[in-house]
């Protein structure tokens, strides 16, 4: 059974920073692709970054330059360094780890930023 536990989230100033964690346990594959997605209040979830095992990274044309993803595939970890941060990027951030056709989710952690 897979799990991705987060971590990292909470409350930050307009223009402040924060760095979100996700492990990522069970059995699955090597070749894979985590990343981070965010719900907003009345809105749909959106792709905010993804990272394949490889390094490849591809982010939401509103985070970029602001935010960073990386991973550590010997720990099945990703982050996500958010600089910059602002109001409009307060949501629920859940990890996300897609291996073939299966898709595993975290159970999402509070971002909050106030002006």
């Known amino acids: 059974q897979v799990q991705l536990v987060e971590s990292g989230g909470g409350l930050v100033q307009s223009g402040g920073s924060l760095r979100l964690s996700c492990a990522a346990s069970g059995n699955f594959f090597r070749i894979n692709r985590m990343g981070w997605y965010r719900q907003a209040p009345g809105k749909q979830r959106e792709l905010v970054a993804t990272?394949?095992?490889?390094?490849?990274?591809n982010y939401a044309d509103s985070v970029k330059g602001r935010f960073t993803i990386s991973r550590d595939n010997a720990k099945n970890t990703v982050y996500l360094q958010m600089n910059s941060l602002k109001p409009e990027d307060t949501a629920v951030y859940y990890c996300?780890?897609?291996?073939?056709?299966?898709?595993?989710w975290g159970q999402g952690t509070q971002v909050t930023v106030s002006s």
């Open positions: 990272i394949t095992n490889g390094g490849s990274s």
């Open positions: 996300h780890l897609h291996v073939f056709a299966s898709d595993y």
